[in-house]
Every structure is written in C-alpha cells, then in structure tokens.
C-alpha cells in the first residue's frame, strides 16, 4: 500500500522525468554557442517602451513597401499588435524605430548573390545597438551594447514564394526577430515541438503553414526574456 | 489496485517523456534533404531566410543552368565588399533615414575555377570566379581548393561573377577516381548518379542539355 510521502515521492520523481525529457523551454535567443552540453546566449534587447503602458514599442514606417507586401503588411502588425504579447506595433511617420521596405532587384541581387526560383530569400531584419552597429553575427551581438534601438526590415521585390501565407509569415516572423526573438526550431536549443508548443519562430510549425500569429511561445519568450 | 494504478501513470509518464524528447526539430545542415521534401526555409547565420525549392528531375536542374562546367578549384579568397545603396532607391531611404548610411558590407568569397570541361555555355579552358557569401556557404557542400565539381551555374550581372542557384543540386563532386558523388540525394534521378563515372554523368547531362536545345 502506497504511503501519501511515496505517492509524493513518485509524482516529484515523475515530474523531474517530465524536466529532463524537454518540455518546452522559452527565451530563445538570436544568437547563442554550444560548447558540449552549455549553452551562452547573448541577450538582446529592444530599448523602446511605451511609457505609459509600459509595453515594448514598434514604431513602424512602412511608406516603402510595394504590391503584396504592403497589402499584408497591415495583417502581420495586428496579429503582433492585438496579441498578448506586451508590445504594441504601430505605424508611423515620426519617431520611428522600424523602417521596412520592399528593395529593389538590383539591391537583392548584390546583397543575395545566390538568389534564384531554387533559393529564394524573402526577407531579412537588420538590427542595430545604440551605437548604430548592425548586429548580423555572434561576434557582433557580442561586442554591441545588446541595447538594440532600431530595425529595418528589406523584403524582396516580386519573390516566387507569393502566396499569401509567404508574406504574411515572413513579416510576421520578422518582426518577432524585431523584439530579438530567435529561432524556436533548433535543435540543439531546446526546439519547440511544433503540434504541442507551436512558435512562428519556428521553422518547423511555419512549414506547415497553420497560421502567420504569434503563439503562446512568443508570448512566454518575450515575457521572460523583459521580465513582464 | 490503487499501486497499480499509481504505476501504470508513472509508467505512462516516463513513456511519454521518452517520446516527446524523441520529436525533436531538425535543423537542416549541408545535406540535401532525405526523404525528398519539395520546399524547406532555413535560416542563414546572419539571419536571412532562405526559402529552398528542390528539384525531383536532373533535367530540371540542368536546364535551368546557363553553364555547366568541370572544374577544379584552384584558389579561394575571402573578400568584404561595399554594397552601395543607389540614390532613390527604397533601400537606400531607410537605410539613410535610420541612419545606417549609404553602404553596405557584404562577406563572401570567390572561388577560382579553372574549366577542365564546358558541358553547357562557352566556358572551355577558362579560369571563372564563382561567388558565395558567409551565408551561402553556412547550408553548402564546403568547397576546398584543389577539389572537382560539376557546377551548375548562373551569371550575376549585379556582382559580375558566376554563382550557383540550388545550395545542394548545383554541385556533383568528381573524386579522385573520377567518380561523381552526389551532394543532392533526394531523389532516384540524382542519388542514381553517385558514384558513377564522370564520363557517364557527364554524356546524361549532356544528352538532356541537347534535347533542350531541340
């Protein structure tokens, strides 16, 4: 007959088992090393906060985006603007803090060399620090201030993956990197299972294109990673 | 019975656990993906999302290709080089307006290879430069000097170079034996190839070569 300690002991002991087999972990960051079994992050983090609301701040100046890009542009804002994720995206003309734009051929095909209907880069988030470095590498997330006061978002002009879900995922996506999230996927960096604990973050859950809006990841993620 | 009941949740628990740490994401590496997936978005080290189509034919790769060389790599080098941001330009707008200024850098390297073969395009017995930036060669077969290819390649005019257009089905290595290993593998029309003689890969993609030219 179990006594109520070994029933206790039990449950702790299953409960540790539960710990150790990888239950989702939250707070993943851009840029991080793996030395055996430890991981180093760098935490990044965006500086900008209502101060009012005290929620992080993404001020959006979206006047350079064209064709589809700007049309799905206002969906990807809403699904990050009316989530519970403690930060408000908004677009405006003063005091921004994100410029997006859709670049031109030429521009993509300097900066993408590669680039073709076989391999396709659809977007790309530029952050920088308050020293203006942009942060693009370990290296340089390492030596920045890891305050990060801006982000322009280029997207590319006329891609081959344009169905809707394309650009409404990639913006979306973006601006989670925004916020500094990284990738939820990896797996040597406690991925996320994409049926039990889905994540835009994730390239897992994104390929199976289910939905563009943040998940109760992100929330948790961005919660732990500001302290809300 | 309330023991066994107690053990069989315990049991279940730890089964559970066991499964789910078996689920776990994989990250795609420099290997073409098996099984066969159509598409897959991989994300580069600088942050760049790169959408992957694959191919299911050889033919399809094959014509796509403005050139298709033998070669070998004879020289490497690392290069930073300004992007210049034209004036009017979107890029340029919020680049300036955020106050990143009007220049780039883009990392990469440029790959010398003298052709020992021009299987497609008028490249015979020419040194051409091939171009891959920090972040192409994060998901590519590492290229070394003195190592053979079949390359199957795409000019840019913007950076004035050859580049190649699929990470994985653009690159057929030739070893020392002359036998072609494949780095795509996905399918039975490529993975049937590995470790055939270059010459018998070379007259198939040449025989699909001039039935794509009529």
Known sequence: MFTA???????????????????????????????????????????????STGRLKVLIDKQYLKDS?????????????????????????????????TASADYWKQRFPGD???????????LYDTNGTVIDSYAKASASTKQIKGANIYVKPNPYNNSVFDYRSTMSHEFGHVLCLGHSHLAEYSPANPSTDPSIMSYDYLALKKSYLPQTHEVNDVKAMYGY | MKRSIVLACCVAVVAGAV???????????????EPYVESQVIETPSGFRVHIRNPKRLDEVVNYAKYIVEGK?????????????????????ISEQSGMGAVQ???????????????KGQLQDQKITMYLTDDDQSYRPKLSVGEQYIFLLDWNDAIGRYV?????????????????????????????????????VRQKIKDIVQQGNG
């Open chain 2, 105 to 119: 850098t883009r990392h990469g390297t440029n790959y010398t290879i003298q052709v020992l073969d021009s299987i």
């Open chain 1, 69 to 101: 890009w700007a049309t799905y542009f206002e969906d990807a804002r809403v699904a990050w603007h009316s989530s519970n994720v403690p930060a408000e995206f908004t677009t405006s003309s003063t005091s921004v803090n994100t410029y997006m734009a």
């Open chain 1, 116 to 126: 073709s209907s076989w391999s396709e880069v659809m977007g790309v988030t530029d």
């Open chain 2, 73 to 93: 790599i004879v020289a490497a080098e690392d290069l930073a080089e300004p992007i210049s941001l034209q004036e009017g330009t979107p890029e340029r707008a």
């Open chain 2, 164 to 200: 190649d257009f699929h990470p994985y089905a653009s690159y057929f290595k030739v070893d020392a034996s002359n036998k072609v290993k494949t780095i795509y593998k996905s399918t039975t029309d490529f993975s049937e190839l590995d470790n055939q003689s270059f010459d018998k």
């Open chain 2, 19 to 33: 499964v789910f740490a078996g689920e776990r994401a994989k990250s795609p590496g420099t290997a073409s993906p």
């Open chain 1, 5 to 51: 300690k070994k029933r206790l002991s039990l449950l702790v002991f299953s409960m540790i088992l539960i710990g150790l087999s990888g239950t989702p972990a939250y707070a993943h960051e851009m840029y991080f090393t793996k030395n055996g079994s430890t991981i180093t992050t760098v935490p990044l983090r965006w500086i900008n906060k209502n101060t």
